[in-house]
């Protein structure tokens, strides 16, 4: 999944960018809101965490920029004001939820888990084909009783593919799972954590469409 983060602080939105990409996210900062919509045009993010204290704009004027534009991502709110004015007003600008700064990152990740239950993908802590087991919290994978030992990409792309069974992935959308926004991406990346996957698991569990893309295969 790919998020969005327009946050002006550096210190904090590393951070934060660290963690989103330790848990298998795509990550875009823009440190101003000007940047982060059009970020947020370019790159259509799946959730945009957004900052209210942001230099150039308001964030509540980022918001309604967004929605504008006619960007339909979930927005988080992050922000230091906690008055209900504040909530409302963000809430009724297009925002699906609120985060009150200082907040705990297990907190943050755990509401991006539920805006990804709205999206309707991450419908289950655990998706299961066959006899290969995948925890999107944990981000463990067995297959059988055995633990699949897997790098962060390799997940993240194994979580795109299995969220959507049956359906086929183009190579330009499983990098855009894997890579943020302007990142230089090697031709062969998809192909070579494809390969490795399935040197992991087995090798019919990724089938390979010719001149489409990529799908789950059948369970064994």
């Not at 999944?1 to 960018?17: C, K, P, Q, T």
């Not at 906690?82 to 009150?100: E, P």
């Not at 990804?116 to 290969?132: A, K, M, P, Q, Y």
């Amino acid at each position: 999944m790919r998020v969005l983060l327009i946050e002006d602080d550096e210190s904090l939105a590393d951070g934060i960018a660290t963690a989103l990409r330790h848990s298998g996210y795509a990550v875009d900062h823009a440190a101003l809101g000007g940047e982060g919509v059009s970020l947020a045009r370019a790159a259509k993010p799946d959730v945009i965490v957004l900052d209210l204290g942001l230099p150039d704009l308001d964030g509540v004027e980022v918001l309604r920029l967004v929605r504008s534009h006619g960007v339909k991502s979930s927005v988080l709110i992050l922000t230091a004001r906690d008055d209900l004015a504040s909530k409302v007003q963000g809430l009724d600008a297009g925002a699906d939820d609120y985060l009150t700064k200082p907040f705990a990152v297990d907190e943050l990740l755990a509401r991006l888990r539920a805006l990804e239950r709205r999206l309707g993908v991450g419908l289950s802590s655990e998706i299961t084909i066959g006899d290969v087991r995948i925890n999107l919290a944990s981000h463990e994978v067995f297959r059988g009783d055995e633990a699949v030992k897997l790098s962060r990409r390799e997940f993240t792309l194994l979580r795109a593919l299995a969220e959507r069974p049956g359906n086929i992935l183009s190579r330009e959308q499983l990098e855009d799972k894997l890579y943020s926004w302007g990142e230089e991406v090697a031709s062969n990346t998809v192909d070579v954590h494809i390969h490795n996957l399935r040197k992991k698991i087995y090798p019919e569990f990724i089938l390979t469409i010719r001149g489409v893309g990529y799908k789950v295969g059948p369970a064994q």
